[in-house]
């Protein structure tokens, strides 16, 4: 009886399997037309989804190691006040670096700058009015030997795709 049951329902598998992939209707090529006269053809180049007003992120440098610092760049994800912060979260340096000069370039290529001056603290930040979409920021710090060198350039999204 077992051996009739399972040859029955390996018949329906098979059976199934068969019919599955004949139901499907052919596909039909698109009908194409054949211009009697060539138009030339433009190119356009691809977009990028970066707003043309921020410009784009350049290449930074790193701090020595007796000079680091570590920065966290945050939104407060809310869009009827959208705010971007720079925070210093700490590092070797605090006590040595300069000024830390920080600019937020919106879509529209409005820029805004504030400064963190010594003596720098952990939790230091510094807040700036956003765009909703995305916003790009840029950290300079000055430190002896070295002297004024960019530290941080991202393009940062107001809102992460993890919420």
Request: proline share 12%; hydrophobic share 35%; aromatic share 8%.
């Amino acid at each position: 009886m077992k051996k009739i049951a399972l040859t029955i329902a390996l018949g329906f598998v098979i059976l199934f399997l068969v019919v599955s992939g004949c139901t499907q209707s052919p596909e039909t090529p698109p009908v194409s037309t054949t211009p009697t006269t060539a138009l030339p053809t433009t190119t356009t180049p691809m977009t990028t989804t970066e707003p043309v007003g921020m410009g784009t992120p350049g290449p930074t440098q790193a701090l020595p190691p007796q000079y680091s610092l570590t920065f966290q760049v945050t939104t407060n994800g809310r869009t009827t006040d959208p705010l971007t912060y720079v925070a210093l979260n700490g590092g070797n340096g605090m006590n040595f670096v300069g000024p830390i000069e920080v600019s937020l370039t919106k879509p529209d290529g409005v820029v805004q700058s504030q400064t963190m001056n010594s003596p720098h603290f952990m939790g230091q930040n510094v807040a700036f009015p956003c765009s909703t979409f995305q916003n790009r920021v840029e950290i300079w710090a000055t430190a002896p030997e070295v002297g004024r060198i960019k530290v941080y350039d991202q393009i940062v999204p107001f809102k992460s795709l993890n919420p």
